[in-house]
């Protein structure tokens, strides 16, 4: 999410259905956990800027997040599967 525009994206991904937002960039605890209320956890895919930012440091922010263990595997995996058309357990 990242930067300014990060409320923008939130809009725009709970708007139309093949949009979604990524943790990737400077993206805060409460940016990617306000993306997660207000566009749902289904709408927010794990992103890093390896190799400029260490991806354990985004993986840390989002299993810190007050949400369910569901939403936190739609975050790292399941999300990706489904828009890559992945078959995932």
Known sequence: IGYEYW???????KKYPNCYVETA????????????????ADKVVYGSDFPYIDPRII???????????ADK????YKNTAKINKLNVA
């Open 25 to 40: 960039a400077n993206s805060t605890c409460g940016e990617i956990y306000a993306a997660v209320r207000e566009a749902g």
């Open 7 to 13: 409320r923008d994206a939130v809009y725009l991904a």
């Open 59 to 69: 993986i840390k922010k989002v299993e810190a997040l007050p949400i369910s263990d």
């Open 73 to 76: 595997e739609l975050i790292f």
